[in-house]
Protein backbone atom coordinates (compact mmCIF):
# COMPACT_ATOMS: atom_id res chain seq x y z
CA UNK A 1 0.00 0.00 0.00
CA UNK A 2 1.29 3.37 -1.18
CA UNK A 3 0.19 6.59 -0.07
CA UNK A 4 1.58 9.54 -2.64
CA UNK A 5 0.90 13.32 -1.99
CA UNK A 6 1.06 16.15 -4.56
CA UNK A 7 0.09 19.89 -4.59
CA UNK A 8 2.40 21.75 -1.69
CA UNK A 9 4.62 24.55 -2.64
CA UNK A 10 4.99 27.87 -2.32
CA UNK A 11 2.05 30.98 -1.55
CA UNK A 12 1.97 34.12 -0.52
CA UNK A 13 -0.52 34.73 2.90
CA UNK A 14 -4.07 34.58 1.69
CA UNK A 15 -3.60 32.50 -1.11
CA UNK A 16 -4.95 29.03 -1.89
CA UNK A 17 -3.46 25.05 -2.35
CA UNK A 18 -4.97 22.08 -2.91
CA UNK A 19 -3.47 18.73 -1.93
CA UNK A 20 -4.04 15.52 -3.11
CA UNK A 21 -3.27 11.98 -1.79
CA UNK A 22 -4.03 9.03 -3.68
CA UNK A 23 -4.00 5.54 -1.63
CA UNK A 24 -2.79 2.58 -4.20
CA UNK A 25 -1.96 -1.49 -3.86
CA UNK A 26 -3.28 -4.13 -2.84
CA UNK A 27 -6.36 -2.93 -1.61
CA UNK A 28 -9.99 -4.04 0.03
CA UNK A 29 -11.24 -0.53 1.56
CA UNK A 30 -10.28 2.90 2.44
CA UNK A 31 -11.38 3.65 5.92
CA UNK A 32 -10.65 7.22 7.71
CA UNK A 33 -8.57 9.39 5.42
CA UNK A 34 -6.90 12.56 6.84
CA UNK A 35 -4.18 15.11 6.80
CA UNK A 36 -1.77 16.11 9.47
CA UNK A 37 1.21 18.84 9.44
CA UNK A 38 4.60 19.07 11.52
CA UNK A 39 6.53 21.52 12.33
CA UNK A 40 10.62 20.98 12.96
CA UNK A 41 10.53 20.54 16.78
CA UNK A 42 6.95 20.22 17.26
CA UNK A 43 4.40 16.97 17.49
CA UNK A 44 2.52 15.91 14.46
CA UNK A 45 -0.89 17.48 14.59
CA UNK A 46 -4.46 16.51 13.10
CA UNK A 47 -5.80 18.78 10.67
CA UNK A 48 -8.69 17.69 9.00
CA UNK A 49 -10.20 13.77 9.00
CA UNK A 50 -13.10 12.65 6.70
CA UNK A 51 -14.26 8.97 6.98
CA UNK A 52 -15.77 6.86 3.46
CA UNK A 53 -19.37 8.06 4.63
CA UNK A 54 -18.48 11.89 4.24
CA UNK A 55 -18.16 12.97 8.16
CA UNK A 56 -15.73 15.68 8.80
CA UNK A 57 -13.64 16.82 11.66
CA UNK A 58 -11.31 19.69 11.62
CA UNK A 59 -8.23 21.47 13.76
CA UNK A 60 -9.92 24.43 15.44
CA UNK A 61 -7.05 26.52 13.51
CA UNK A 62 -8.51 25.81 9.83
CA UNK A 63 -12.43 25.84 10.32
CA UNK A 64 -13.44 27.92 8.11
CA UNK A 65 -11.00 28.02 5.75
CA UNK A 66 -9.60 24.39 4.76
CA UNK A 67 -11.82 21.72 3.19
CA UNK A 68 -11.23 17.64 3.30
CA UNK A 69 -13.36 16.31 0.38
CA UNK A 70 -12.50 12.18 -1.06
CA UNK A 71 -13.40 10.43 -3.56
CA UNK A 72 -14.15 6.88 -2.83
CA UNK A 73 -13.51 5.66 -6.10
CA UNK A 74 -10.18 6.76 -7.08
CA UNK A 75 -8.78 5.94 -3.23
CA UNK A 76 -8.20 10.18 -3.26
CA UNK A 77 -8.57 12.61 -0.18
CA UNK A 78 -7.98 16.53 -1.11
CA UNK A 79 -7.69 19.57 1.01
CA UNK A 80 -8.75 22.67 -0.11
CA UNK A 81 -6.54 25.15 1.69
CA UNK A 82 -7.55 29.14 1.18
CA UNK A 83 -7.03 32.24 3.32
CA UNK A 84 -3.46 30.75 3.96
CA UNK A 85 -1.52 32.26 6.65
CA UNK A 86 2.57 31.97 7.33
CA UNK A 87 1.35 29.77 10.59
CA UNK A 88 -0.28 26.80 8.33
CA UNK A 89 3.91 26.58 6.78
CA UNK A 90 4.74 22.92 7.37
CA UNK A 91 4.84 19.24 5.93
CA UNK A 92 1.37 17.99 5.80
CA UNK A 93 1.29 13.86 5.61
CA UNK A 94 -1.73 11.90 4.45
CA UNK A 95 -3.06 9.02 6.60
CA UNK A 96 -5.23 6.65 5.73
CA UNK A 97 -6.70 3.45 7.23
CA UNK A 98 -6.38 0.77 4.93
CA UNK A 99 -7.71 -2.89 4.97
CA UNK A 100 -5.77 -5.24 2.61
CA UNK A 101 -5.53 -8.94 1.65
CA UNK A 102 -1.38 -8.29 2.52
CA UNK A 103 -1.74 -7.46 6.29
CA UNK A 104 -4.26 -8.35 8.30
CA UNK A 105 -6.93 -5.73 10.45
CA UNK A 106 -7.31 -2.08 9.21
CA UNK A 107 -3.51 -0.37 8.98
CA UNK A 108 -2.32 2.94 9.24
CA UNK A 109 -0.35 4.28 6.46
CA UNK A 110 1.36 7.44 5.67
CA UNK A 111 2.12 9.62 2.95
CA UNK A 112 5.58 10.85 2.34
CA UNK A 113 4.70 14.80 2.93
CA UNK A 114 4.96 17.68 0.91
CA UNK A 115 5.56 20.69 1.96
CA UNK A 116 3.35 23.94 2.07
CA UNK A 117 5.20 27.29 2.89
CA UNK A 118 3.10 30.25 3.25
CA UNK A 119 5.15 33.62 2.77
CA UNK A 120 3.95 36.66 4.95
Known amino acids: VQLVESGGGLVQTGGSLRLSCVVSGRIFSVGIMGWYRQVPGKQRELVAA???????NYADSVKGRFTISRDNGKNTVYLQMNSLKPEDTAVYYC???????????????WGQGTQVTVSS
Open 50 to 56: ISRGGST
Open 95 to 109: NAAVTSPVVSGINDY
